[in-house]
T-cell receptor, first 116, second 112 residues
């Protein structure tokens, strides 16, 4: 079974631009979560999508948004990029069966975003 | 407020010996805990997990121990191998939420 895939793997943008990152979950997984990893803050939860609806949200400004399509693929968008948005953006997918607290998330390789 | 803490940024052990990585948490509502391993330029790889109804879970060379009263968990790797050298992250969730709260990681180096 193929793992979580993310595109692109690397991206360079300038301040003020916007960017869209893509994530394809493991086949059959219905939940997609996004995380930001930086050296100072570590891995931080951005948001989670399930059945095309945002189900959980972390403490990030509104410039960070996402969506999920009917095939469970997800995109994440960051508008008006700032230097501090430079990070590794990770996507994770899980089955998310109702009532299962032991649901495990599997991560993709990440997209390395550099903002100049 | 850091709810999951890994107080040792790094750990170095000899090949064949035991590696013990520690993690503390403050939120008593966490009921599921996971360990991930991460190599540079790759995403975290799931290693092992434990739910709050257990105090131990074992998978091959990896064992996770959970002490709920102390809000502490640890990952034991026996025997350690050079290929285990990576950054290890502890993560926690509550109530089946997909939101994982991560520690800042411990860099393990296993010397041949």
């Amino acid at each position: 079974k193929a793992g979580v895939t993310q595109t692109p793997r690397y991206l360079i943008k300038t301040r003020g631009q916007q960017v869209t990152l893509s994530c394809s979950p493991i086949s059959g997984h219905r939940s997609v979560s996004w995380y930001q990893q930086t050296p100072g803050q570590g891995l931080q939860f951005l948001f989670e999508y399930f059945s095309e609806t945002q189900r959980n949200k972390g403490n990030f400004p509104g410039r960070f948004s996402g969506r999920q399509f009917s095939n469970s693929r997800s995109e994440m968008n960051v508008s008006t990029l700032e230097l501090g948005d430079s990070a590794l953006y990770l996507c994770a997918s899980s089955l998310s069966l109702a009532g299962d607290i032991t649901d495990t998330q599997y991560f993709g390789p990440g997209t390395r975003l550099t903002v100049l | 407020d850091q709810q999951v803490k890994q107080n040792s940024p790094s750990l170095s052990v000899q090949e064949g010996r035991i590696s013990i990585l520690n993690c503390d948490y403050t939120n008593s509502m966490f009921d599921y805990f996971l360990w991930y391993k991460k190599y540079p330029a790759e995403g975290p790889t799931f290693l092992i997990s434990i739910s709050s109804i257990k105090d131990k879970n074992e998978d091959g060379r990896f064992t996770v121990f959970l002490n709920k009263s102390a809000k502490h968990l640890s990952l034991h790797i026996v025997p350690s191998q050079p290929g285990d050298s990576a950054v290890y992250f502890c993560a926690a969730s509550q109530g089946g939420s997909e939101k994982l709260v991560f520690g800042k990681g411990t860099k393990l180096t296993v010397n041949p």
